[in-house]
C-alpha cells in the first residue's frame, strides 16, 4: 500500500515558479513509477510528467517541456514538479500517481497507475 500527499500548490503570476511536492508511505515507493497529472474545470486528466524508480528516465508532456522537472528523493519518499515559466493554461489541480508494477505500460493513462494522491491546486494569473 501507498499513500501519497501532495502539497505546495498556490497562486502565482504569469512567469512565475512552484515546487510540488508528493510525499509518499509505503515500503514500495521507492520502488514506484511515479507520475503527475493534472486536471483543469470541464477537462479531463492529463500526463504531465513521470519518473522511473530510479531517475533514470523522465517523460514529460510536449507543452511543459523545457518549463517542468520531475524529480525523486526515494530517501525522503518525496516525488517532486518543479514548475518554472508558469502560464494561465497550466491553471489545474495537479494529482501524483504511483505504479507498482515494473513491464510494459502507457505511463500517459491514469488508469495504470494504482495509487492517487488528492491533488493540490494551481492556479496562474494573467
Known amino acids: 500500500q501507498v499513500q501519497l500527499v501532495e502539497s505546495g500548490g498556490g497562486l502565482v503570476q504569469a512567469g512565475g515558479s512552484l515546487r510540488l511536492s508528493c510525499a509518499g508511505s509505503g515500503r514500495t515507493f521507492s520502488n514506484s513509477f511515479m507520475g503527475w497529472f493534472r486536471q483543469a474545470p470541464g477537462k479531463e486528466r492529463e500526463f504531465v510528467a513521470a519518473?522511473?524508480?530510479?531517475?533514470?528516465?523522465?517523460y514529460y508532456l510536449d507543452s511543459v517541456k523545457g518549463r517542468f522537472t520531475i524529480s525523486r528523493d526515494n530517501s525522503k519518499n518525496t516525488v517532486y514538479l518543479q514548475m518554472n515559466s508558469l502560464k494561465p493554461e497550466d491553471t489545474a489541480v495537479y494529482s501524483c500517481?504511483?505504479?507498482?508494477?515494473?513491464?510494459?505500460?502507457?505511463?500517459?493513462?491514469?488508469?495504470?497507475?494504482?495509487?492517487w494522491g488528492q491533488g493540490t491546486q494551481v492556479t496562474v494569473s494573467s
Open positions: 500517481a504511483a505504479r507498482r508494477d515494473s513491464g510494459n505500460f502507457v505511463y500517459t493513462v491514469p488508469r495504470v497507475y494504482d495509487y
Open positions: 519518473i522511473t524508480w530510479n531517475g533514470g528516465r523522465l
